[in-house]
């Protein structure tokens, strides 16, 4: 069984923001070897989304910031799952919990994420269109994907 929380900022207590820190740390950082600023002002801006199994250990977890809403964009961002998880259909679920939210929080905005290149085909499935040209991200390729307000599935 999964608890999906949504939190704000805010709502996140000690302990809650240091597992998301600590597992967006392993993998963005150590694992995928990306040297970036993780920790960014975004984090005060956005809607957290963390999947706990039974023994509450942080699952998935990805944000929803909504700086950009006056010019009708919220984006997806800092989607992850942890290792031991990957490849059970979590980071589906993940997607779509994030949609359905943009959907009930944020109905006439385009939704926008980064996403790494390997993962484009993924994102393609729920909806997301690639734009623009590739460029780096830390060490890695990324690619703008969009589901522009009104074409959602």
């Not at 199994?53 to 950009?68: E, K, T, V």
């Not at 939704?111 to 780096?136: M, R, T």
Request: hydrophobic letters at 40%.
């Amino acid at each position: 069984m999964i608890d999906w929380q949504w939190k704000c900022f805010g709502e996140l207590d000690t302990k809650a923001l240091y597992a998301v820190l600590l597992l967006r740390q392993a993998v963005f950082i150590v694992e995928q070897q990306s040297i970036y600023h993780d920790i960014d002002v975004a984090d005060e801006s956005s809607l957290h989304l963390q999947a706990f199994d039974n023994s509450h250990q942080l699952m998935a977890y990805a944000r929803i910031n909504y700086s950009r809403l006056p010019l009708g964009e919220v984006s997806i961002g800092r989607i992850i799952v942890v290792r031991e998880c990957r490849g059970q259909g979590l980071g589906s679920i993940l997607i779509r919990e994030c949609l359905d939210k943009c959907a009930l929080e944020y109905p006439d905005a385009t939704i926008k994420l980064s996403a790494q290149i390997h993962l484009v085909k993924f994102y393609e499935q729920f909806g997301f269109g690639a734009e623009g040209n590739p460029y780096d991200d830390g060490g890695i390729e990324h690619v703008d994907m969009f589901i522009r307000a009104g074409c959602r599935q």
